[in-house]
């Protein structure tokens, strides 16, 4: 069994920064996509960014040059950095891996992120 934790969401003024972090289980390089998904009140999960194995990355229209997703093989762990947050930022984010030799995906339990004045 695959267990995510993330951490690093809050409250935050529009304008301002947070660091989300998804600690994973098992090693990054049994992973072949991890990525950072958002859900706002009444509306669908959407994807916010993702990297595959190889460091590809793609990122929603929405937060293209705003956000960053970074992994730490050593910490097991990967990031997003959300800069200059704008107020429809504000959601659940949800961390997601797709295992190696389709060993199935996980999600982490969410965390909240305000941006609010």
């Known amino acids: 069994q695959v267990q995510l934790v993330e951490s690093g969401g809050g409250l935050v003024q529009p304008g301002g920064s947070l660091r989300l972090s998804c600690a994973v289980s098992?090693?990054?390089?049994?992973?072949?996509?991890m990525g950072w998904y958002r859900q706002a009140p009444g509306k669908e999960r959407e994807l916010v960014a993702r990297?595959?194995?190889?460091?590809?990355?793609n990122y929603a229209d929405s937060v293209k040059g705003r956000f960053t997703i970074s992994t730490d093989n050593a910490k097991n762990t990967v990031y997003l950095q959300m800069n200059s947050l704008k107020l429809e930022d504000t959601a659940v984010y949800y961390c997601?891996?797709?295992?190696?030799?389709?060993?199935?995906?996980?999600w982490g339990q969410g965390t909240q992120v305000t941006v609010s004045s």
């Open positions: 990297v595959t194995r190889g460091g590809s990355t």
């Open positions: 997601n891996v797709v295992l190696r030799f389709r060993m199935g995906d996980y």
């Open positions: 098992v090693s990054l390089f049994s992973i072949d996509v």
